[in-house]
């Protein structure tokens, strides 16, 4: 049971390119989100999506894509890196009735835009 | 949305009960109290929730007021490994699944 993969585990872009990042559960989640955490900061919910096929706006949407074709996988695309979006990067899923049931983490990508 | 204050940095001794704070003076009645922690920049971990009882677990007891407006975890034997950001959250109302994640507590246990 590997519970949140997240790849890749570090990147460096350059501003303006695009890139991919992927997130995916095997524990049957239908919750999964994307946040952000910048240095010394808490984190910062960017999407987030309660099941394939539907997708809704966190708090730091913009400059952000994502998808959810199957209930295991979540990427989250940057449409053109700009240096602000240096930053971790965290998936989380969890179950949806289950109101008390807790978030799990992946590991985070740490994503670096020069 | 309930909102939370934490103080943003406690120190405690090794081996010593680590009780920290966390205000949420606008919580609602039907709204969870869940506690996270981050340990060096890792993926935030579940640690405990509750609505109004107090709880129990392996890692750590959660003590809420009787009139709900503020908690404490308790990490009854503090260790170096618990040196972490601790993150005390309200589930909103209406929000589904989200949590919103504040500034934390910076806890450094101490030799």
């Known amino acids: 049971n590997a519970g949140v993969t997240q790849t890749p585990k570090f990147q460096v872009l350059k501003t303006g390119q695009s890139m991919t990042l992927q997130c995916a559960q095997d524990?049957?989640?239908?919750?999964m989100s994307w946040y952000r955490q910048d240095p010394g900061m808490g984190l910062r919910l960017i999407h987030y999506s309660v099941g394939a096929g539907i997708t809704d706006q966190g708090e730091v949407p913009n400059g952000y894509n994502v998808s959810r074709s199957t209930t295991e996988d979540f990427p989250l695309r940057l449409l053109s890196a700009a240096p602000s979006q240096t930053s971790v990067y965290f998936c989380?899923?969890?179950?949806?009735?289950?109101?008390?049931?807790?978030?799990?983490f992946g590991s985070g990508t740490r994503l670096t835009v020069v | 949305d309930a909102k939370t204050t934490q103080p943003p940095s406690m120190d405690c001794a090794e081996g010593r009960a680590a009780n920290l704070p966390c205000n949420h003076s606008t919580i609602s009645g039907n709204e969870y109290v869940y506690w996270y922690r981050q340990i060096h920049s890792q993926g935030p971990q579940y640690i405990i929730h509750g609505l109004k009882n107090n709880e129990t677990n392996e890692m750590a007891s959660l003590i809420i007021t009787e009139d709900r407006k503020s908690s404490t975890l308790i990490l009854p034997h503090a260790t170096l490994r618990d040196t972490a950001v601790y993150y005390c959250i309200v589930r909103p109302r209406g929000a589904g699944n989200m949590l919103t994640f504040g500034g934390g507590t910076r806890l450094m246990v101490k030799p």
């Open positions: 989380a899923s969890s179950f949806v009735k289950d109101r008390t049931y807790g978030y799990t």
């Open positions: 524990m049957n989640h239908e919750y």
